[in-house]
Each structure stands twice: as structure tokens, then as C-alpha cells.
């Protein structure tokens, strides 16, 4: 069945002057309905009906076929559906079901549009509009209940929910329509948004917020950009400066923005730091990133604009990162102006993107993540092998954890594995967050169970000695299970040191619980995965799955796979014995699953030293996981095969060193070897 959906856009607005060419988060306000339609899996077509050309401009920009509005159709008492109907009648193929889709919400999520199509496709409904769900008591202006009997005011969870229109979208069977002339026909649902999702624009107010909401609202996206401007303090740094007795400055910068700038560069997109100070530490930063600056700046925008056309770069195509309000003037004319979390409240509400690390804790390194994500990857070459020749091609499409992209040609996403080392105590679980953040990790991972559940029932009652005393399994497991309390704090001191947190869930229940805390993805442990019915619980969820292969054959891999889908799955190869001999690490599985299932693959080592997770990152792995611990000897089963954060630092450090190592592929003539290849080389004919 053919669906279309249509956005009326007329010129004319009463309370906000050409508001559908207003910017949100950047893009104007038509182009955001447009493209939320487009992304809808269920749209065939979209068209925008409009008496305007700047209007009808960006709507054929943002994928929609124009249809011109009649003048007797776009005045301010023309209803929707008119123009609907219009647009129906000059469409070459008539729908089966047409949607009427509204510029004043800024925010449509194409899997709302989705549901609500799939339920009168189904024939659930005739119609079916998007609604927020609410239990306010409404009163007219006489003083009386609308909705309820004032003497008598019921609690919340005790009263049924009535649904507000929210006016994003309705979606209609076209001959119901045409019959009725009016929306609401035969059977009606609502398709239930969320809060966040749910403020129409009719005021110039009301424009404001959804500003202001954007940047926290709209999903993170790639950066298309051909060159990269940052400002200095409150972008590479935490906008502080710690001063020694001779007056002598320092600041505090993220080392992971390091290793984010070297990867632009190399990829060919031009950078440049812009500060109003004439500051040491800003020119001694920039040499050691091999970023030209420009100090002690007056006027950033006049300087921007002439750099730009020095370079003769299109500003629709840079990204300016900015933290105050001497930062505006050039957010306001290019494309991607950017800020950091703590920037101030009016740069914010300026910003296409608000990145989520602050400044000197991984901003800079987040916005190279995201404009490396918009831009080719290319083929890493690895050498020839003794029993087959082995090139690492980026086939599969990277994996969006967070504001991380895990995949071929991304940094290596290294997970500290806290799992149960944390031995029930809070207080050691900081600490390793700690040792996870300063070794330069990307996140840490526990394991969350439900022990009425997963503890078998012939284990419960055996004693076991522990550094608490004699206890049964049970009680054991109780006594170190984190819950919603130990969660919480942890959830909030990593994103003080700016690391994701997840967690492998062993039981249903477990999943429910993780999914509260919004986690950024869920893990499967090896001895998960031939759970279907967790594996269904968190294929349900919608995140990305990282899946762990050990002690699995091919068949129950496929299994998995198949519940979980392969759209936002990485596969961590892993051998499950601990520690582990070298002759059972298996690397060049990486290849086989690499190969077999098309999506990213990461390794999960539990072997003593660093060599063979290393030599993982020479074969094409994306992601690297290690067991972490304070002290190899304390008490607990998996503290032997882990590393201490000397050995964590050193992984990391190595693992980027490697990455830079492995270059593009293409063989040529490096410049330091043009003074040795003059001095040696010997041509003869």
C-alpha cells in the first residue's frame, strides 16, 4: 500500500513571521518535517505544499516534491486539510494513506510516524494522530471541571490518562478523507510521544524553547564539514588555569583530543584555534596538536570570514566550536556552529550541536569523532600472513554507542571491564572508574543479575569463605549485587569523568532495570548466548547490542544474530578461559566473524599482559575489552586475569600508537625519507 505524506507550509504566520523557514538546532523548521519523513521506513513519497519559493527551496533541498499552494488555499483561515486534499489531487498516484504532517513540532521521530502508519495499514484505525499522554485536571473559565468533579480529586496512578493532540502528525486512509473532508473519521487511535517530543510552535516563545531543547533532544549526527575552528579556554581546556608562585600558567586538556585531531588532519579537513588571549599555553597546546592558531583576537568574525575566504572554504561546510558569548559572531555564519555543555545559556541556544563532554574532558575528541563519522572511510591494508593473505575492509557500517562511533575506521573503543571486581564495595567500583578515565577508556562495563534468578537452586545453600565471612552462594551473591542506589552514583561520577557506563544483564528483570537507567548500550556475555529470551528482551529495547562469541559455535552465533539483527550489533570475538594460554586466543576469528556477519567485531580478552589484545587491533579489531582491578591479588575469581591501571594505561597508549601506525594503506614515499633516499639510493639502467 502506497502511503504519502504531506507538509502544508504556507508564507504567512500570524504569530511568528515565516515561521516555517525558522532554524532549530540549525535547520529550518519545514526541512526537519521533511526529514523526519524521509527517514520514516514506511513514507513512499513526501510532498510539501507551499505558497512561498524560499519555502519551497529548502523543502526540494531536504528530499520533498513541491506542490504550489493557490493563493485562495494559504490564507490564514485555509484549513490543513485543504491543502492536503489539494495536494492529493495532483499527485500522479493516489495513496492508500496520507499523512498530514506539521512544521510547528520541531521534533517528529520517524519511528513515531512508523507506528502510526503500521496501525492503520493494519487496519487497527481509520486515523491516528500523535498524542501526549496526560492527567492534568482541566477547568473552564467559569470555574468548573472540564475533565473531572472537583470534590472528588483521585491520585495520579489511579485516574485513566487522556491524551493531548500534540498536532505533528495525523495519519489518515486517503478515501476516508476525501469522504469526510476532515481528519478525525471512523476509528481513532493515538500513537503515545514523548514529552520531549510534544511543544507545538505558535509563539515566538515557544520557538525559544525548542531552541533551547534541540541541542538535548535531537539525536547525535554525523558533521559534515570540510574544516574544524575552535576556540581555546572552555574548549580544549575546562575554561580554568592553575597558576604557580611565579605566575607561570597551566591548564588541563583531554589527551584523547590529541589522537581525534591527528585522525582529522589526516583525513584532510583544515583546522584552526582562534583565541581572543595571547597566552603561552594556547601556542604551546596547538604546536604539540599541529593546529595553526591565530591569539589575540579582537573581532573572531571578521578574522573567520577572512581566513575562510583566504582558504576559499564554503562556511556552510565549517564547524565552529565556541563556549561564550564573544564566540556568537562566528557560530552565526557557518554552518555547524557547536558547544560544549557548560557553555553559556545563549551560545547554547545558538548551537546546531551541543557536544556532551565538556570542554578539556573529551570535547574536542568527541567533535572529531563525529565530522571523521560524515566522511569516507577507506581500506586498511594489513600484511600478508603466513596461512592467508588478509586485508581489512570496512564493509560494515559503524555502530553509534553513545556519542561514540564504534566501527572501521574509528578510534578503537577500549571498555574497562569492572564487572564484579568492584567486590560489592562503591567506594573500589569509583576507584576503577577513576583507573578507567585516566588510562583514556571509553567506558566501563558491570554485570548486573537478579540472584533469585540466576543462581541455581543446588548452589544456594553452599557455604563459601569471603572477606566478610562464612556465608552461603546466595547470600554471597546478595551481598555484592549493586542496586538501584550503588547505580545511580555510579551513573553519575562517569559522566563526571566523562566515560559511557553499560552492563551485562543475566536475567530479564536485569535488562528492565538497566534500561531505567538509560545505559547507552546493553552487553551480552558469552555465557548469555544462548538465552533467546533475554536475547529478545534486549533486541526489544532498540540499543546497540555488543555481543560476546566465547565458548560459541557458529550455529548458536547465528542464533543470537538472528534475534538481535545485525543494524546496531558488534561482535566481540573472546575465548572464555581465564586467564588465557596464548594458543587458544584464536585472533584470526576476528576475521571469520568480520566476514561472516558484516558488522563490526571487537575482541574481549582475559589473558594475561597486552600482547594478544594488541596484536587484536592489528587485525582489524574495533573495540577492546579487558577485565580492570586495583591489585591482581585481591579476593574474587576474576582479579587474577585482570589488569592493574599501570597495565590499562599502557594498553591504551599502545592501542593508539598502533592505530596511527596502521595508516591508510597507500604505499608512498614518507618525508623523512627523502634525506636517506637521496644520501642511498642508487638508480642504474
Known amino acids: ?42 513514507v513512499d513519497e513526501v510532498v510539501v505544499s507551499t505558497d512561498h519559493e524560499g519555502i519551497a527551496e529548502v523543502a526540494r533541498a531536504a528530499g520533498a516534491t513541491v506542490i504550489d499552494r ?115 473519521f471512523g476509528s481513532v487511535a493515538v500513537q503515545q510521544v514523548p514529552s520531549r517530543h510534544a511543544i507545538e510552535i505558535d509563539t515566538p516563545e515557544d520557538l525559544e524553547i525548542v531552541r533551547a531543547l534541540a541541542p538535548f533532544v535531537d539525536e547525535p549526527e554525523p558533521i559534515d564539514v570540510d574544516a574544524v575552528i575552535t576556540d581555546f579556554d572552555g574548549v580544549h581546556t575546562d575554561d580554568r588555569a592553575y597558576v604557580d608562585q611565579d605566575g607561570r600558567e597551566t591548564v588541563a586538556v583531554s589527551r584523547s583530543d590529541g589522537m581525534g585531531i591527528s585522525l582529522l588532519r589526516r583525513s584532510g579537513v583544515k583546522l584552526m584555534i582562534m583565541s581572543t588571549e595571547h597566552n603561552p599555553v594556547v601556542a604551546a597546546r596547538a604546536r604539540k596538536l599541529g593546529v595553526p592558531v591565530l591569539q589575540g583576537l579582537t573581532d573572531k568574525r571578521t578574522v573567520l570570514r577572512d581566513w575562510l575566504a583566504i582558504e576559499g572554504i564554503d ?66 591494508a594489513v600484511a600478508p600472513a603466513p596461512r592467508a593473505e588478509l586485508r581489512l575492509t570496512s564493509t560494515a557500517r559503524p555502530v553509534q554507542i553513545g556519542d561514540a562511533l564504534v566501527g572501521a575506521g574509528q578510534p578503537v573503543y577500549v571498555i574497562g571491564e569492572i564487572g564484579i571486581n568492584h567486590n560489592g564495595d562503591l567506594d573500589i567500583a569509583r576507584r576503577l572508574i577513576d583507573v578507567a578515565a585516566e ?65 551485562s544483564p543475566w536475567d530479564v528483570p536485569s535488562v528492565e532495570f538497566l534500561e531505567s537507567m538509560n545505559v547507552v548500550t546493553h552487553k551480552v556475555a558469552s555465557a548469555s548466548v544462548t538465552d533467546l529470551e533475554l536475547l529478545r528482551a534486549l533486541a526489544a529495547t532498540g540499543k546497540p547490542i555488543i555481543l560476546s562469541t566465547g565458548m560459541s559455535t557458529l550455529e548458536e552465533i547465528d542464533r543470537a544474530v538472528e534475534i538481535i ?8 570475538h573472546a575465548t572464555s ?109
Not at 70 to 91: N, Y
Not at 92 to 107: E, G, K, N, R
Not at 146 to 162: C, G, I, L, M
Not at 167 to 182: C, D, P, S
Open 1 to 42: 500500500m502506497r502511503v504519502l505524506a504531506v507538509v502544508p507550509a504556507r508564507g504567512g504566520s500570524v504569530g511568528v513571521p515565516l515561521k516555517n523557514l525558522a532554524a532549530v538546532g540549525g535547520t529550518p523548521l519545514v526541512a526537519r518535517a521533511v526529514r523526519a519523513c524521509v527517514r520514516a521506513e514506511l
Open 70 to 184: 493557490p493563493g485562495e488555499l494559504s490564507g490564514s483561515t485555509a484549513s490543513s486539510e485543504s491543502a492536503v486534499l489539494h495536494a492529493l489531487d495532483h499527485v500522479p498516484d493516489v495513496p492508500d494513506v496520507v499523512i498530514l504532517v506539521q512544521c510547528t513540532s520541531a521534533f517528529i521521530d520517524p519511528a513515531d510516524l512508523d507506528g502510526a502508519i503500521a496501525k492503520v495499514l493494519d487496519g487497527s484505525a481509520d486515523v491516528v494522530f500523535s498524542g501526549l499522554e496526560t492527567h492534568e485536571f482541566l477547568w473552564d473559565a467559569a470555574g468548573a471541571g472540564v475533565n473531572h468533579d472537583p470534590s472528588y480529586r483521585p491520585r495520579r496512578q489511579d485516574r485513566e490518562p487522556h491524551f493531548r493532540e500534540t498536532g505533528a502528525f495525523y495519519v489518515m486512509r486517503t478515501e476516508g478523507l476525501r469522504e469526510h473532508g476532515h481528519r478525525f
Open 315 to 380: 562556511p556552510a561546510r565549517v564547524a565552529y566550536v565556541g563556549n561564550d558569548v564573544n564566540d556568537l559572531g562566528p557560530m552565526s555564519d557557518v554552518g555547524w556552529p557547536v558547544t560544549v555543555p557548560d557553555a553559556h545559556p545563549r551560545v547554547r541556544a545558538a548551537a546546531r550541536t551541543v557536544l556532551t563532554r565538556p570542554g578539556g574532558a573529551g570535547a574536542v575528541r568527541e567533535l572529531c569523532d563525529r565530522v571523521l563519522a560524515a566522511r569516507p572511510v577507506d581500506e586498511v
Open 439 to 503: 588510562a583514556g577508556c571509553q567506558a566501563v562495563k558491570f554485570q548486573k543479575r537478579t540472584p533469585e534468578i540466576c543462581v541455581p537452586l543446588e548452589q544456594r545453600d553452599q557455604i563459601r569463605q569471603t572477606p566478610w565471612g562464612e556465608m552461603t552462594y546466595m547470600e554471597y551473591k546478595l551481598r555484592t549485587e549493586f542496586g538501584l542506589d550503588e547505580y545511580t552514583q555510579i551513573a553519575k561520577y562517569c559522566q563526571e569523568r566523562g566515560l559511557h557506563w553499560f552492563a
Open 565 to 572: 539483527g545485525t543494524s546496531r550489533l558488534v561482535l566481540m
Open 577 to 685: 578461559t581465564y586467564p588465557l594460554p596464548p594458543e587458544e586466543a584464536n585472533l584470526r576469528a576476528i576475521i571469520t566473524l568480520q566476514e561472516r556477519y558484516g558488522v563490526p567485531v571487537g575482541y574481549s580478552g582475559h589473558e594475561r599482559g597486552l600482547q594478544i589484545s594488541l596484536a587484536a587491533v592489528t587485525l582489524g579489531a574495533v573495540t577492546v575489552e579487558r577485565h580492570i582491578t586495583l591489585d591482581r591479588t585481591m579476593w574474587g575469581s576474576d582479579h587474577a586475569a585482570s589488569l592493574e591501571p599501570a597495565g590499562l594505561e599502557h594498553l591504551v597508549r599502545d592501542i593508539r600508537i598502533i592505530e596511527t601506525a596502521l595508516g591508510d594503506g597507500v604505499k608512498r614515499v614518507f618525508p623523512g625519507e627523502e634525506a636517506p633516499k637521496s644520501r642511498l639510493r642508487r638508480v642504474t639502467v
